[in-house]
């Protein structure tokens, strides 16, 4: 069953600017995890953030979390036509086999 | 490192005939091997869990004797759809994750499509 919601579905940009991606969730989790899925191909992890962390960075991505709204943020800061993708954010169930939930996603187009 | 192997990348079958899809962690030991299922612009779907030498933990709504699933040793994983039919046609992951680390590694995927 589907955990998270995502918005927006679709994002367009151009190149230079930031881009913000927000997932929201319905149970308690473990961690929250962001990953990236090019065009018909495997998913590939970007960040992960604990329930016990507010915001992490990597690189030119920043992730917020926001346990009491059940909510994060990925933002992609300078985006580049390379950062076109599908992004989903996964929220890690305690219990179990440790597995991920997908949200449904953020398309997303960055022009040059 | 971290790679995970799934192939084939596509295949086309007739309608009742069986398909099987293999994934393979190259250099690690996958404790927990997941299979998903996406359709077009969605989300992936969680069908199943599986740990090296134990049966499939399958979701609700997956039907275990249509996909059946392998996780024979601690570097493969099979799934094998049953008498595909042509709602069968998809594309599916695989992902497979370390013991004590949390992210998923990911096959880059097979799209199967039911004639």
């Known amino acids: 069953s589907q955990q998270g919601e995502e918005d927006p579905q679709a994002l367009s940009i151009q190149e230079g600017e930031n881009a913000t991606m927000n997932c929201s969730y319905k149970?308690?989790?473990?961690?929250l995890q962001w990953y990236r899925q090019n065009s018909g191909r495997g998913l590939v992890h970007l960040i992960l953030?604990?329930?016990?962390?507010r915001e992490k960075h990597s690189g030119r991505l920043r992730v917020t979390l926001d346990t009491s709204k059940k909510s994060s943020s990925l933002l992609i800061t300078a985006s580049r036509a390379a950062d076109t993708a599908s992004y989903f954010c996964?929220?890690?169930?305690?219990?179990?086999?440790?597995?991920?939930?997908f949200g449904a996603g953020t398309r997303l187009a960055v022009h040059p | 490192g971290a790679v995970v192997s799934q192939h084939p990348s596509w295949v086309i079958c007739k309608s009742g005939t069986s398909v099987k899809i293999e994934c393979r962690s190259l250099?690690?030991?996958?404790?927990?091997m997941f299979w998903y299922r996406q359709f077009p612009k969605q989300s992936l779907m969680l069908m199943a869990t599986?740990?090296?030498?134990?049966?499939?933990?399958?979701e609700q709504g997956v039907e275990k004797d249509k996909f059946l699933i392998n996780h024979a040793s601690l570097t493969l994983s099979t799934l094998t759809v049953t008498s595909a039919h042509p709602e069968d046609s998809s594309f599916y992951i695989c992902?497979?994750?370390?013991?004590?680390?949390?992210?998923?590694?990911f096959g880059s995927g097979t799209q199967l499509s039911v004639l």
């Open positions: 992902s497979a994750k370390q013991r004590l680390n949390e992210k998923l590694f």
């Open positions: 149970t308690s989790i473990n961690n």
């Open positions: 953030i604990r329930s016990n962390e």
């Open positions: 996964a929220t890690g169930v305690s219990g179990g086999y440790n597995k991920l939930i």
């Open positions: 250099d690690f030991q996958a404790t927990t």
């Open positions: 599986s740990n090296e030498g134990s049966k499939a933990t399958y």
